[in-house]
């Protein structure tokens, strides 16, 4: 990498250390990053916690939405997050499907992504049930961050890909979804895509950091997905996405600059290539020629 990583903090992030940074109002950074590089970025750029977010099915595998995409497929992104990180907290999304049935199937699952993946925690959606879900994997030993509001799990049921939270009734219900979920053990939770106003309100009610992602600038941190921020992603992205860089343009340009050069001949210089003594040379083309 060539931007010098700037040291900002070495001691690896825990889940004390994150409690004390809401106690002392320090805001949480937190980025979805799926692989070994942007791990890299995230870890040069002093990130507090990296999320592997199942919207890497769609970032990183192409998927349409985050639902297809498997526990195998996930484990192996955060694995290789992993290995590129050394600092931050590393959370992994379970998938649609992998935990939502039953406390023994979110255990199991949740354990796949410790052992296999190195995570050294588990996000999963939504309130109601899941609580229970919550409290299981909080009590085989494995922390849990919840996430409320707009759950793009299950985004067809909330009826799309929408704010959330926008009735004094459903500001209820999200608010008993995140304080049952506080209860029930959760390190941290996600609130994403509510008013502003609403969050403003319930965050004196939250004891554990909260992470915001569309939900105003009340909450403890804020998470963005890695492609979004900086711009490796076609499209304008929703409201919350603000854009740090053009990505996107910028490998275009190199991978077309690339073409440009292979086609008129510009590329490999005498630099990229390899050399060969003259007497071996000489040697080559008798023997070749000999037949
Ligand atoms: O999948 C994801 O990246 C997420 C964050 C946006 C919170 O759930």
Known sequence: MSAAPQVLDTLPMTLPRLAEKKRLGEQIVMVSA?????????EAAGVDVVLVGDSGAMTVLGY?????VT????????AATRRGLRTPFLVADLPFGSYEAGDELAIATAQRFVKEGGADAVK?????????RTRAIVAAGIPVMGHVGLTPQTSTALGGYKA???TAEAAVK???DALALQDAGCFSIVWEAIPAA??????????????????????????????DLLGIREGVGARFVKRYGDVMDAMVRGVRAYADDVRAHRYPEPDHTYSIDPGELTELRERLHAG
Not at 71 to 78: G, K
Request: glycine share 14%; hydrophobic share 45%.
């Open 34 to 42: 799926y692989d070994y590089p942007s791990a890299q970025v995230a």
């Open 198 to 227: 609403v969050a403003e309100e319930l965050m004196a009610r939250m004891d554990v950091p909260v992470i915001g992602i569309g939900a105003g600038g009340a909450t403890d941190g804020q998470v963005l997905v890695f492609h």
């Open 64 to 68: 349409p939405s985050t639902v297809p």
């Open 71 to 78: 526990v195998d497929e996930l484990i192996m992104l955060t």
């Open 164 to 166: 959330q939270g926008r």
């Open 124 to 132: 999963l959606e939504g309130g109601g049930v899941m609580v229970d």
């Open 174 to 176: 999200l608010a008993r």
